[in-house]
């Protein structure tokens, strides 16, 4: 999501805006209604959030159980 906001509001409101630009919102500044400048998270941002949500689906994967549970009849159901 891209969200604008003028120069000034940026100025005085720049820590909020990192806090969110690390949570994956991205901010176009404008000067007088013409966009000058983007504020986006970096790469190694976007690469530690999959890297995080990998680790939480691996550990959800081996916590979660599956003993007695028919994998496959549960695939044929979805299928049908």
């Known amino acids: ?6 120069s ?4 005085t409101r720049l820590p909020e805006l990192l806090r969110n630009i690390q949570t994956g ?3 176009t500044i404008t ?17 530690a959030d999959a890297k ?10 081996q916590e ?3 003993q ?3 994998i496959q009849a549960l695939i044929r159901e979805g299928r049908a």
């Open 68 to 70: 007695g549970v028919d």
């Open 52 to 61: 995080a949500a990998v680790a939480h689906m691996k550990k959800f994967m």
């Open 25 to 27: 919102l991205r901010y």
């Open 31 to 47: 000067l007088r209604g013409e966009a000058i400048a983007d504020l986006v998270p970096t790469e190694s941002h976007k690469n």
């Open 1 to 6: 999501m891209n969200i604008e906001i003028g």
């Open 8 to 11: 000034y509001e940026a100025k």
């Open 64 to 66: 979660a159980p599956t």
